[in-house]
């Protein structure tokens, strides 16, 4: 069953990959837009990674490996979709930088005990059968002392619940959102846990491609549109956060956000 799964998973991103233009990604807007709070929470977090040897797991595109590379990391792109390890290595090329490119099984990762200073990966574990088997490969290949970090969405908010129904074209089929209380789970396995969660009264946002601009789910992913968009979107953006920031004093209301943003410390 699990092959299945990742064999699905992979041809589906191969047929993303052979339709991404490296020309159009803007690399910096995925850590530094006001639209990426979940990598601006793992920046702050990990702090200086020049010189660091860097898993990016699950690469997708290449972006994460890329900029982290512009940042002086050691970087290696590693996804379970050949045609994303190749987008991903065009864009090192495009930008510059030196990326190895590998292709990983995330829940059996081809890497020896205590290899990487940090494993980074970014909406990669609600596409894996067994999330807490990937944890703990990524814990394994982690050197003592190396830090985790990643981002996924979370299954509790009804509003982006009812969008994964309707977005079904740019989503597969087998991904399962993360149960928030999967942090409890890394806290065993990890010395130090930060993590917060992002995208509550933000999500209004997502409403209104919908609702008000009518851009159609299915021919346009929002979770890119709000990238490419930031600079149109920030204004609004950054009131929406505010009450974000305010709402998430609230008991039991974290849960409610639509992505999950963690590091950990082995």
Not at 157 to 167: G, L, T
Not at 193 to 210: E, G, S, V
Request: glycine content about 4%; some cysteine.
């Amino acid at each position: 069953m699990q092959d299945e799964i990742l064999k699905k998973e992979q041809e589906f991103h191969d047929r993303w990959a052979a339709a991404i233009d490296v020309e159009g990604i803007r690399v910096r807007d995925y850590f530094e837009a006001c639209t990426a709070p979940e990598n601006r929470f793992i920046l702050k977090q990990l702090g200086d990674v020049t010189g660091k040897y860097l898993l990016d797991l699950g690469c997708g595109a290449g972006e994460n490996s890329v900029y982290f590379a512009s940042r002086g990391a050691h970087c290696v792109a590693g996804d379970y979709s050949p045609g994303m390890v190749e987008v991903a290595l065009k864009l090192a090329e495009a930008n510059q930088v030196d990326v190895e490119g590998r292709v990983i099984n995330a829940m059996a990762i081809d890497f020896s005990d205590n290899t990487f200073d940090i494993v980074y990966a970014s909406n990669l574990l609600h596409h894996i059968p067994n999330p807490k088997m990937a944890l703990r490969e990524m814990h394994r290949v982690l050197k003592p002392g190396g830090m985790v970090c990643f981002w996924d969405p979370l299954k509790h908010n009804p509003v982006i619940n009812v969008y994964r129904r309707i977005a079904t074209k740019v989503r597969t089929e087998d991904e399962k959102p993360l149960d928030i209380n999967i942090v409890n789970f890394i806290k065993t396995l990890f010395s130090q846990t930060a993590y917060d969660t992002f995208w509550i009264a933000t999500l209004w946002i997502f409403l209104k491609f919908y609702l008000i601009e009518k851009v159609d789910p299915n021919q346009e992913r929002y979770w890119k549109k709000i990238m490419i968009e930031h600079e149109r979107l920030k204004p609004e953006y950054l009131r929406l956060e505010t009450l974000d920031f305010y709402l998430k004093k609230l008991p039991l209301t974290k849960r409610f956000a639509w992505n999950l943003a963690v590091v950990a410390r082995k």
